[in-house]
């Protein structure tokens, strides 16, 4: 569950995060004015890229410790439910079980 969660945000995080190839495409008319050379172009879509790889790898990382810490407080928790409810439904059975002995059938 933590990992689809996970993935879901992420997936929405990804979508920010800008390719080379992209960023190269929002230069090219800042190249053809003249006003940046291509390798200034290409520098700087790399380097926006790669600053943006690095952000996408710490959030992910940030993320995940956020998601792990906010389930790991119920786990405990749950598990103790899951083990009362199990219970329960055993005495439950267990009762059910017994009047089914002392009930006449028709």
Do not use: C, W, Y
């Not at 800042?30 to 600053?51: C, F, H, N, P, Y």
């Amino acid at each position: 569950m933590i990992d689809t969660i996970k993935k879901t945000l992420l997936a929405g995080v990804g979508a920010a995060v800008i390719t080379t190839e992209k960023a190269e495409a929002a230069f090219a008319d800042l190249v053809k004015q003249g006003k940046m050379s291509s390798a200034e172009a290409r520098a700087t879509a790399e380097k926006i890229a790669s600053d943006g790889k690095k952000e996408f790898e710490a959030l992910s990382a940030e993320l995940g410790e956020k998601l792990k810490d906010a389930f790991s407080g119920l786990t405990g928790g749950t598990q103790e439910r899951i083990a009362a409810l199990e219970a329960r439904i055993k005495e439950l059975e267990n009762e059910h079980a017994a009047k089914a002995k002392h009930t006449p059938k028709s």
